[in-house]
């Protein structure tokens, strides 16, 4: 059990904030920390690495990590951080990087083979893609078999494909070292494909906090289906006309009247909507 | 001609070599915490401490070389310790000469070690704190192979000032033969009694000499830039 009740004054952006964070997690969770940019989610990460000063107590297990009068220092917490940006060491080759946490070869080999990069292993940071650094930034974190695992937006860098690919990765490192793991992340798939909890913060609070269907899903109860897209394209075929729209990641083809057609104008935002099938009357 | 050139005393030369090296690894060794300290700090102090590392660039050699006299002689405090406990005299010798070129030649080494470090990506030192690395080992595996461009240039610098000095060392060490006559004081010398072929080809020296350095330091930087990219 990870025990964490801290408290820090920030002066952010959005001007003067109180970081209070209260929250125990279990072993072997994936939590996910959403919320608005400047929420704190970043630097409740940070404080947990010991990168941040805060006020309060961090216990994991039966270790001590802060209270009011240790602070254990970031090197002797055994951690992993996957940074935004990598971070790796353009200094050493990928395999260099991972054995720079730990001379643990057979570990490093392992942990490459798991995330197809074995053959890169000689290679420099500076000659892999976005997706091989980050995950070589992932295996880096493992490396010293932390207790804890953190991960500031991992892949919010990388295009779609290349998220899926590494959340299947990510799912698969997960089962295999059950390492708890707190992301930070913006993306509600990546959420609730990873994480078996999610917590949102909002000016340093904890506003809602429980599995990732009841977090995410807001549509809940309303009986409707609503999607926020742009319109890319009208096609006249034969007597009605297909508008074109993108949502998400995903183009829909959608049937529309003459009549409608008159007021649509391409690239301008739309919403698609299907009205309940089965009303519900509600007293 | 060739009588000429077999004329030439090289002992200025080596001199000016022998204290350009000495400074510039006492200065490096100096300079490494010191650039760290002041990369990584968020301390109120820290402009205080730029100030003063900077002075050297923009006091005149004389002032600077007047106070380093004034300290280090027999008469004050600091030179009558260094000569009573350690028998050790830092004025009109070699060893003078060392104490005011780590003075003068201190920003040198620092600025560019500084700047090297700040920019350094902070995460990546981060990493390497995550990864339950101290601090020195950060500088010096993480840090420093990812600052060479900087590092050289301070390294070079230093050196090429100190070889390049002439105000400091003639106050403190004034122009004693392979003693703290550096080339530059000797070039000074020749002009002072008309002896203008010896002043052309110590000059032309010191040119040929501190022009295949830079341009090697220019070229390292470029092949450095094209490669981190």
């Given at each position: 059990?990870i025990?964490?009740?801290i408290n820090?004054k ?7 904030m ?7 997690i ?5 939590v996910?920390l959403s919320?608005?940019?400047g ?5 409740l ?9 805060s006020?309060?107590t961090i ?6 990590w ?7 220092a970031?090197q002797?917490r055994?951690?992993g951080?996957?940074f935004?940006?990598y971070?790796?060491?353009p200094n050493m ?6 054995l720079?946490?730990k001379?643990d070869?057979?570990l490093a080999k ?8 074995a053959?890169?292993?000689k290679?420099l940071?500076?000659t892999?893609s976005?997706?091989?650094?980050q995950?070589?930034?992932l ?8 207790k804890?695992?953190?991960?500031d937006e991992?892949?919010s860098a ?16 997960h089962k295999?070292?059950g ?5 930070v992340?913006h993306?509600?798939s990546?959420i609730y ?7 949102v913060?909002?000016?340093g ?8 269907k ?11 289906f609503?999607f ?6 009208i096609i006249?075929v034969d007597v009605?006309?297909?508008?074109i729209?993108s949502i998400g990641?995903?183009l829909?083809e959608?049937v529309?009247s003459s009549e409608e057609?008159k007021d649509?104008?391409?690239g ?5 909507s299907?009205?309940?099938f089965?009303p519900?009357i509600?007293? | 001609?060739?009588d ?5 005393e090289f002992?200025p030369?080596i001199?000016?070599?022998k204290?350009?090296?000495?400074t510039t690894?006492?200065l490096f060794?100096?300079?490494?915490p010191?650039s760290w300290y002041l ?5 109120k102090?820290?402009?205080v401490l730029?100030?003063?590392t ?7 050699p004389s ?7 004034v300290?280090l ?5 600091v030179g009558?310790?260094?000569?009573d ?7 009109f010798?070699?060893?003078g000469?060392v104490?005011?070129?780590c003075?003068?030649s201190?920003?040198?080494?620092v600025?560019p070690?500084q700047?090297?470090f700040?920019?350094?990506?902070k995460n990546?030192?981060?990493a390497?704190?995550?990864a339950?690395?101290g601090?020195i ?18 390294i070079?610098?230093?050196?090429a000032?100190t070889?390049g000095e ?14 703290t ?6 070039i ?5 009694i008309?002896?203008?072929t010896?002043?052309h ?7 040929l000499?501190s022009?295949i350095v830079l341009?090697s330091?220019?070229?390292f930087?470029?092949k450095?830039?094209k490669s981190?990219i």
């Amino acid at each position: 059990m990870i025990k964490i009740n801290i408290n820090k004054k920030l002066h952010g952006s959005n001007g003067n904030m109180n970081l209070d964070i209260n929250l125990n997690i279990k072993e072997n969770d994936f939590v996910s920390l959403s919320g608005e940019s400047g929420s704190g989610k970043t630097t409740l990460l940070r404080i947990l690495a010991g990168l941040e000063t805060s006020t309060g107590t961090i216990q994991i297990g039966n270790e001590i990590w802060q209270d009011e009068k240790t602070c254990l220092a970031t090197q002797k917490r055994k951690i992993g951080f996957v940074f935004q940006d990598y971070a790796l060491f353009p200094n050493m080759s990928v395999e260099e990087n991972l054995l720079f946490v730990k001379n643990d070869k057979e570990l490093a080999k392992h942990l490459l083979e798991i995330t197809q990069l074995a053959n890169l292993s000689k290679r420099l940071p500076n000659t892999l893609s976005g997706g091989q650094k980050q995950r070589v930034s992932l295996c880096r974190a493992l490396m010293n078999k932390p207790k804890l695992l953190l991960m500031d937006e991992p892949l919010s860098a990388l295009d779609p494909t290349m998220r899926t690919k590494l959340q299947n990765e990510i799912l698969a490192l997960h089962k295999e070292f059950g390492t708890t793991t707190i992301m930070v992340s913006h993306d509600p798939s990546e959420i609730y494909r990873l994480s078996n909890r999610v917590i949102v913060l909002d000016h340093g609070q904890i506003i809602n906090d429980g599995n990732a269907k009841d977090v995410l899903l807001k549509t809940t109860g309303s009986q409707k289906f609503s999607f926020e897209g742009e319109l890319l394209d009208i096609i006249k075929v034969d007597v009605v006309y297909i508008a074109i729209v993108s949502i998400g990641q995903q183009l829909v083809e959608v049937v529309v009247s003459s009549e409608e057609v008159k007021d649509l104008k391409i690239g301008s935002q739309v919403s698609i909507s299907t009205k309940a099938f089965n009303p519900t009357i509600i007293h | 001609m060739i009588d000429m050139l077999q004329n030439i005393e090289f002992a200025p030369f080596i001199l000016s070599f022998k204290l350009a090296g000495l400074t510039t690894i006492i200065l490096f060794m100096i300079s490494l915490p010191l650039s760290w300290y002041l990369s990584q700090t968020k301390s109120k102090i820290k402009p205080v401490l730029e100030a003063i590392t900077a002075l050297p660039i923009v006091l005149p050699p004389s002032v600077l070389g007047f106070y380093i006299l004034v300290v280090l002689s027999q008469n004050s405090p600091v030179g009558s310790f260094f000569e009573d406990v350690f028998d050790i005299k830092l004025v009109f010798n070699f060893t003078g000469l060392v104490v005011a070129s780590c003075f003068y030649s201190l920003p040198f080494m620092v600025q560019p070690l500084q700047s090297g470090f700040e920019s350094i990506n902070k995460n990546m030192l981060e990493a390497s704190y995550v990864a339950g690395k101290g601090k020195i080992e950060t500088i010096f595996k993480v840090a420093l192979p990812n600052i060479k461009p900087a590092l050289l240039t301070a390294i070079i610098v230093t050196f090429a000032h100190t070889v390049g000095e002439f105000g400091v060392v003639l106050m403190v060490g004034g122009s004693i033969p392979n003693e703290t006559k550096v080339a530059s004081v000797a070039i000074y010398e020749m002009v002072e009694i008309m002896d203008y072929t010896g002043a052309h080809i110590y000059s032309a020296i010191m040119v040929l000499i501190s022009f295949i350095v830079l341009l090697s330091v220019y070229i390292f930087n470029h092949k450095q830039k094209k490669s981190f990219i």
